[in-house]
């Protein structure tokens, strides 16, 4: 426990496939050697003509010109990845060869493994695809609706890219160079605590990593998308990127699902969960929370990791923000089938071994909220609220409704009345 995360072949080592491949010279992941860190100057001047990068120079994947729509083919993947490329292996064959096997992490990622057919991409169309692929704000740049307004949306996304390198790159570039490798020791550092005496939180972010390799690989598989430095090579990542497609973000995919299962120890949730009322409430998270779009506020410590480690991918020029979207979504609707739904009905995907870890992991942080008095408050919270609208209604209708007047006014007007009109009636007569 609390060893390096399960990430299947490809490993930062090198090794790569333990049993045929030999050994691979890499940066980090995926990434090999060649495309290891160089120095790029943010200089944005204009210079003898030159644009300070060709950000203008861009490639359509969509040009009628092209034999087919250009897309990441079976040989642009990392030796060690090209597995993804063939049916699903349920038994994990190649994933299994560099991670340690006695790993609870590992455990949770073979089970999950084999209720493939609820999350699987491709032409069956899992209860997963079908939740992903229902949110069309991900897919805009998919020639389903036209090959102009594809291009329109991955254009629209280039230039959201190339502004992020000249406004944010260089700021966060050291930062973007431990998390491209590694995100845990941020949530670590963001919560504070010491791995040594939390044991199984560390597992249950082992957890995230082993099981959002799997599902982010497969549907890379499925969705090919090039990187954006591919189409747009005035991008310029100072590393990378890495040799695997670029749909959903790996980054996104995992950090969201740490946060999720993080979240899902009340313990935690206390501490780091939703905000909600002025900082009066805290909660954990529903998978409505991800109706909202990538990039909203959700008021949550951990939520909010997530999405900056999603955004230095893209700030890396390495992602696309639809990409960063597609994980974020994917995370949440993964969190939500293994743990929200009762076993054996057609959202679930029961994983035991992540349900063992995530108790122990409970019994490592105390709750701060006492659950009868948080229940309490609610209750109170709700009748102040319903009091609160009930008098505004009143106060509404008492400006709207023409006020009464009182009996006698009203007797006395109706005679007065009375008076004037058979004075009018005798005055008439006389005439």
Wanted: charged share 20%.
């Amino acid at each position: 426990m609390g060893a390096a995360p399960a990430t299947g072949a490809g490993g930062s080592s090198g090794a790569g496939f333990m049993g045929g491949y030999g050994p691979v010279a890499r940066f980090e992941y995926a990434t090999p050697a060649a495309l290891s860190p160089l120095p790029w100057v943010m200089d944005f001047a204009q210079g003898d003509g030159w644009s300070p990068f060709p950000f203008e120079q861009r490639i359509n994947p969509y040009d009628p010109r092209f034999g087919k729509a250009l897309e990441w083919e079976n040989s642009d993947w990392d030796l060690a990845l090209r597995f993804w490329t063939l049916d699903f292996d349920p038994q994990l064959t190649e994933w299994l060869q560099d991670v340690n096997l006695a790993a609870p992490s590992v455990m949770a990622a073979r089970e999950f493994a084999t209720a493939h057919e609820k999350w699987l991409a491709g032409p069956a169309r899992s209860t997963l695809q079908k939740k992903f692929e229902a949110n069309e704000n991900l897919l805009k740049w998919r020639a389903l609706n036209g090959r102009g307004n594809a291009w329109a949306a991955i254009s629209r996304e280039l230039d959201e890219l190339a502004d992020l390198m000249r406004d944010d790159r260089m700021r966060y570039v050291e930062e973007l160079a431990v998390q491209s490798s590694q995100a845990a020791p941020y949530f670590v550092h963001l919560m504070n605590f010491n791995p040594a005496t939390k044991p199984w939180t560390m597992e249950l972010m082992n957890c995230a990593a082993a099981m959002g390799n799997l599902v982010k690989m497969q549907y890379k598989s499925h969705y090919k998308r090039v990187r954006p430095s591919t189409l747009c090579p005035g991008l310029t990542p100072p590393w990378g990127p890495a040799q695997h497609p670029a749909f959903p973000s790996g980054h996104s995919t995992v950090a969201h699902l740490t946060a999720l299962l993080l979240l899902s120890v009340e313990g935690i949730a206390d501490r780091f969960g939703l905000f909600e009322k002025e900082n009066k409430a805290v909660r954990g998270p529903n998978i409505v929370d991800f109706d909202v779009p990538y990039g909203q506020d959700q008021r949550s410590p951990l939520l909010w990791l997530a999405w900056r480690i999603a955004r230095g991918r893209e700030r890396l020029g390495v992602h696309y923000p639809s990409d960063s979207a597609a994980g974020r979504y994917l995370a949440a609707h993964v969190w939500d089938m293994c743990l929200n739904h009762t076993a054996g009905t057609a959202d679930a995907i029961n994983v035991p071994a992540l349900q063992t870890v995530l108790t122990r992991a409970r019994a490592e942080w105390p709750r701060l909220v006492n659950p009868a008095e948080a229940e309490r408050l609610a209750k109170a919270d709700q009748r102040v609220t319903a009091q609160a609208v009930a008098a505004a209604k009143a106060t509404a209708a008492k400006k709207t409704t023409p006020a009464k007047r009182p009996a006698a006014v009203t007797t006395a007007v109706a005679a007065k009345k009375k008076t004037a009109a058979t004075k009018k009636v005798a005055a008439a007569k006389r005439a």
